[in-house]
């Protein structure tokens, strides 16, 4: 009577073996997911003509222009020189290699970062009031006829899924180049966007004060004043918040097709080669989407936080 | 005071003043606070009617009936045998082509951009600080400014398109990768540890087991949303749909405007439903 060493117990043969083909099984399926999307990645290599050779080609010619935006054109035949300097740095505008030579131009960008900003708080401003105003038609708990919702969500649906540079640039056609095709394109997009995101507030909503104010009499419009509206206003504010930032963003690019902003402008030096403006405009974008996005934050918490502890 | 049965005709002004005095909410917001709002209304007013004035807000009215005339344009499609489908439907193919080798390879690169970024893997706080702010630098541009630059570096056509959705997106995904790393469970790693393993292979069998379900997945989202954005690079000539839209635009072709906008809602959406069902198997394979 010989015990079996646990090796050689019939039963740990057949757990080895159905382990193995598991595990077999797991690897194959692991190498056929891997295969195909090298495979698609391969394909769309091929469809985009991005080749290591050519790659490879473009690498210097990408750091050769990522240098001129930080170096300054230099005079015939001299080498050129970084566009900062720590000796020059804080002298006047005359002086090459300062900050005040660099950012020469700084009250031309400043009106136009400041008719950016403008641009994304009318936006805004119009997308909140059209997406307050269809956000409740778009409500099932607040509308019986579904055929009534299913229309303007819909009409939602569309707003948002047109691009926005897109919808500017088609604009700019009926309404000029300049940043009313803009605002009207950021603020059609936020309130399909917005629209969206209000009607799942209000569907998520306590009903009961809205059947209260039914119960006394009060119309739908008051149902949704005094019932609704005082409920939902707090989460309303703050989507609106972080949909201006993401506005803000958009309204710096939006100028490429010449609907205002500093991305006109942005476009105009791109196109002119003038490197040490480029490198300060995009500094600049940077400086002012960071600066909002941090201040709205800020707002952000102050506003949700006093609503907070009064409800 | 509850109890009593309030008559109308016995209340007198002395009541009135002594309930005001008591509950002067009851008789309407205070003066002072009534002031304030009224302020801050007018203030609000007076911005808006100076937005009106810089923007010139009337034209909005003034031109509607240009409007009216690019819509009546853009529903007719009547030529629609005429097109030249099979140029469009390659663009778009060139569009999403974009979209999936820039993220992909974003995300390639991201992946040990997202361990040099995470804490738990460099604790040096200097070198956490500057990988994170070159993160924020891709981040903050956005692809269309990055698809103009390089546009301009290599010229026009889909590789810039391609470069710029990589550059933002390796700067999206590093940083969210790194977040991924940083949220792992520790016992793992000081399991694999024990055992004696390398740094290399305690990352690679007790970090990465843990985030590649998220990474693959947050990739695929990236490719979908990018799929959505590249449509717009070609308007500065970095390739796909966008390019065609741009001369159509430039043609007043609105009824192929109209066309290739629906092709892209289209195909967005089709690649959206795609990404949502492979992420939900990862999900639940996971």
Redesign the interface.
């Known amino acids: 009577m010989s015990t079996l060493h646990p090796t050689q117990d019939p039963s740990w043969r057949l757990f080895q073996e159905r382990f193995g083909r598991l595990q077999r099984a797991r690897r194959a399926e692991t190498l056929l997911l891997v295969a195909i ?1 090298a495979l ?2 391969v ?3 091929a ?4 080749s290591p050779a ?2 490879a080609a ?1 690498l210097p ?2 750091g ?3 240098g001129k935006l930080f170096s300054i054109e230099p005079a015939r035949g001299a080498a050129p020189v970084p566009v900062l300097a720590w000796d020059h740095l804080f002298q006047g505008v005359k002086q090459p290699q300062s900050i005040a030579y660099w950012f020469y131009r700084i009250d031309v960008y400043l009106v136009l970062l400041w ?1 950016t900003v ?2 994304a ?2 936006a805004s ?1 119009m997308g909140f009031t059209a997406a307050f105003v269809l956000s409740f038609p778009a409500t099932r708990t607040l509308v019986r006829s579904t055929l009534a919702v299913m229309a303007v969500r819909r009409l939602l649906e569309a707003l948002r ?3 926005q ?2 919808l500017a ?3 700019v ?4 180049v300049g ?2 095709a803009g ?2 394109a950021i603020g059609i997009h936020s309130t399909g966007a917005l629209g969206k995101l209000f009607s799942e507030l209000n569907e998520n909503a306590d009903l009961r004060a809205v059947e209260g104010i039914r119960a006394v009499g009060g119309s739908w419009v008051a149902q949704i004043r005094y019932g609704m509206v005082p409920q939902v206003l707090p989460g309303f504010l703050s989507y609106a918040l972080l949909r201006f930032e993401i506005n803000v ?1 958009s309204s ?2 939006i100028g ?2 010449g609907a205002g902003g500093i991305g006109q402008e ?2 105009r030096v ?1 196109g002119f ?1 003038i490197y040490e403006e ?1 490198s300060a405009i ?1 500094l600049l ?2 400086v002012i ?2 600066v909002i996005d941090l201040l709205s934050e800020r707002i952000r918490h102050r506003f949700i936080g006093s609503l907070g502890t009064k409800a | 005071m509850s109890d009593t049965t309030i008559r109308l005709d016995t209340i007198t002004a002395a009541d009135i003043a002594a309930t005001r005095a008591r509950l002067p909410a009851a008789f309407g917001a205070p003066l002072r606070s009534r002031a304030l709002r009224w302020t801050v209304g007018l203030l609000a007013l007076s911005y ?1 009617l100076y ?1 009106h004035w ?4 009337d ?2 009215f003034t ?2 009936p ?2 009216w ?2 819509v009546r344009l853009m529903v007719d499609w009547s030529q629609f045998a005429e097109w030249d489908h099979a140029e469009l439907l390659r663009s778009m ?2 569009t ?3 979209a ?2 820039g993220t ?1 390879l974003a995300a390639l690169v991201a992946v040990p951009l997202g361990f040099l970024g995470a804490r738990n893997v460099i604790p040096s706080r200097v070198f956490r600080f500057l990988t994170r702010r070159i993160f ?2 891709c981040r ?3 692809q ?2 990055w698809a ?3 546009v ?3 010229g026009l ?3 810039a ?3 710029a959705i990589f550059v933002a997106d390796l700067g999206v995904l590093a940083k969210m990768f790194a977040e991924a790393i940083e949220t792992t469970e520790r016992k793992q790693l000081d399991g694999v540890q024990a055992t004696g393993a390398s740094r290399i292979a305690a990352l690679r069998y007790a970090v990465l087991p843990q985030v590649l379900p998220v990474m693959i997945s947050q990739t695929l989202y990236q490719i979908e949303s990018n799929s ?2 590249a ?2 690079l070609g ?2 000539g970095a ?1 796909g749909i ?1 390019l065609r ?2 001369e159509r ?1 430039q043609i ?1 072709a609105w009824d192929q ?1 109209a066309y290739i ?1 629906v092709l ?2 289209i195909t ?1 959406a089709l690649i959206d439903s795609l990404s949502k069902a492979l992420r939900i198997r990862l999900i639940r394979g996971a």
């Open positions: 999307a698609l990645l394909i769309a290599a469809y985009t003509d991005f050519q790659v473009g010619r990408i050769e222009y990522f008719q403008q641009m708080i009318l401003v899924s047109i691009p540079v897109v640039f088609i604009l056609w009926p309404f000029g940043p009313l605002i009207l963003r710096t690019i490429f097709v942005l476009r791109i080669n480029v995009c974008i940077l989407v960071v | 808006l937005l810089l923007f010139d807000f034209r909005v031109n509607l240009r409007v005339v690019i193919a060139e999403v082509a974009m999936y080798l992909t924020d630098g903050g541009l956005d269309l400014i103009l630059v390089f301009r570096a290599v056509g889909p590789i398109g391609v470069l959505r954005e449509t717009i308007l500065v390739g966008g839209l741009s635009i007043n405007v906008i892209i809602m967005v």
